[in-house]
Each structure stands twice: as C-alpha cells, then as structure tokens.
C-alpha cells in the first residue's frame, strides 16, 4: 500500500513515523535518510498505519461554536464550568468554578479566552515539566505554549519542549500523561518498550490518560 507523507529531516538518531490528527503522516528522519529506506520502514508499519488513519478521532470535529452568553458552558481542567456575562466592568476572564465576563467584552470573548486559557497553560505546565525532567534527570532547552493544530505536545530535536494550550481542558492527570511524555523522548525518542516502561514509572495512570484523550480528544481540537 501506498501512503502520502511529509518527511522532515534533521539530526536526530533515529527515524519516527506520526499520524497527526487531519491523517497527515509524517516521517522524522535522519540527514541524508535515502527515500527507499523510509518506504521501507513505511511498509513495514502499513497495519499499524492503515488504523492511526481510518481511527473515527483523525476526522474533522463539527461543532456550533459558542455565543457566549450566560448559561453556555466552557471546559477547563476537565469539568464545564458555566459562564455568565454580567453587565458590571470587568477586565479580561474571572473565574472562580465559573467564568464571568463584562457584557462589553462580548464581542470580544473569543480573543479574551484563548488568552486565559494561554496563561493558565503555562501556570499549570511549565511546574510539571520542571517537575518530570528532575524526576527523568533530563534536561530540556526551552519550553513553550503554542498554536498547535494537530498535536498536543512535541519535542524538537533542539531539545525544546511545545505544548498545545489546548490540553488545559483535560483533566490534570492528563496534563502530566502529557508532559511526562514528551519529556521521556529526551530519553527515548520513539515509542519502544523502554519509553513505555520509564513513562509507565513516572506516570502510573497513562493508559487511563491516553483512554479519556481517545474519547474526549476532540473536545479540545476546538477553541471553544
């Protein structure tokens, strides 16, 4: 079978295969990685690529984007917390187990809770990465929040850690499946038993994580 992929080079060791979730594959290789070679490696995952593609969560999500007025409900940390626009001046989001905002930023709460949910993203992850690398004993260069569409972290071959601002709506323990992950890759770069085994030592639970991201995955792809 044939596929259609990208192929990114750079001097990493060793060569990885991802189904983002548009079904874009893409192939992480060495320098002067020879195309027959990656054909190969291809082929020699075309079951396990045939089912990343066809999984129902690769499809483009449909949903009616919010009007945020009161009474609609928002995700954050893994519960919907109502929200309500109320006509006294307000600067920005408050939230205290539910999201308030001034009815004169109404037109402008789309922009206002991307930039919450930004902040909150590195309040919440950057203390789990500092936490995991002196867990893993690994070092990372810079850590970022981003504009990710297809993924929920990544971690560049220039030791750079990127998270999806996204994945704040998951639940925590999702949160740390996530970063811990990520940060295993400074260790072990594809996902072979070793990485599943230090990932498993550090995040117990991530098979429980990796089970709600499969169910629940496409409430995050969106923005609200």
């Not at 189904?19 to 192939?27: A, L, S, T, W």
């Not at 609609?72 to 308030?100: A, P």
């Not at 004169?104 to 930039?115: E, H, M, V, Y």
């Amino acid at each position: 079978m044939q596929f259609e992929y990208e192929v990114k080079y750079s001097k990493r060791k060793t060569l990885n295969i991802t189904v983002e979730r548009d079904r874009k594959i893409i192939v992480r290789a060495p320098e002067h990685t020879s195309l027959k070679k990656i054909e190969e490696v291809l082929q020699s995952k075309s079951q396990w690529l045939k089912e990343k593609i066809n999984h129902a969560q690769k499809y483009p999500v449909e949903y009616r984007p919010k009007e945020f007025v009161s009474g609609e409900t928002l995700l954050y940390l893994g519960k919907n917390y109502q929200l309500l626009v109320v006509d006294e001046t307000i600067e920005g989001i408050e939230y205290d187990q539910r999201f308030r905002i001034s009815k004169a930023n109404q037109p402008n709460a789309n922009a206002l809770f991307k930039k919450w949910y930004l902040k909150q993203a590195l309040k919440l992850i950057e203390p789990l990465a500092t936490h995991y690398a002196k867990n893993l004993g690994v070092v990372y260069n810079q850590f970022k929040t981003s504009e990710m569409k297809y993924r929920w972290g990544s971690c560049t071959p220039n030791n750079n850690i990127i998270f999806n601002w996204r994945i704040v709506k998951a639940p925590m323990y999702v949160l740390e499946y996530l970063v811990a992950h990520e940060l295993v890759h400074l260790m072990e770069s594809n996902h072979t038993p070793r990485f599943w085994n230090i990932l498993s030592i550090q995040v117990p639970h991530y098979e429980k994580s990796k089970n709600w991201l499969k169910e629940n995955g496409h409430l995050l792809e969106v923005d609200f």
